[in-house]
Nanobody
């Protein structure tokens, strides 16, 4: 299993970024995929999940601002982030798994290496 994130960077408050995560080594279309983040000095925080039945889930603070989607032809999961705030600054991780899997932490399941998102003026 390999997960490779991209798309992070520096953005001003109110701006947008789209993160991508290219997956390989498993049947992507039948897998739940998730995003989590870790801010400096804080613990891992679940962000969003996309289940194989098409259901999507978001943490309360991301609802209305973030959108998760997948492209099965490209084995890629995306996280579109709009109206970014300084408190969204974190390393964002892509992971294979459901919300329950993500909540167990990075010692469980399959995770990417992370991509840094910095929201600052």
């Amino acid at each position: 299993v390999q997960l490779v994130e991209s798309g992070g960077g520096l953005v001003q408050p109110g701006g947008s970024l789209r993160l991508s995560c290219a997956a390989s080594g498993f049947t992507f279309s039948s897998s739940a995929m998730s995003w989590a983040r870790q801010a400096p000095g804080k613990g891992l925080e679940w962000v969003s999940s996309f289940y194989s039945d098409g259901s999507t889930y978001y943490a309360d603070s991301m609802k209305g601002r973030f959108t998760i989607s997948t492209d099965n032809a490209k084995n890629t999961v995306y996280l579109q982030m709009n109206s970014l705030k300084p408190e969204d600054t974190a390393v964002y991780y892509c992971a294979r798994g459901t919300i329950a899997t993500i909540m167990r932490g990075r010692d469980f399941g399959s995770w990417g290496q992370g991509t840094q998102v910095t929201v600052s003026s």
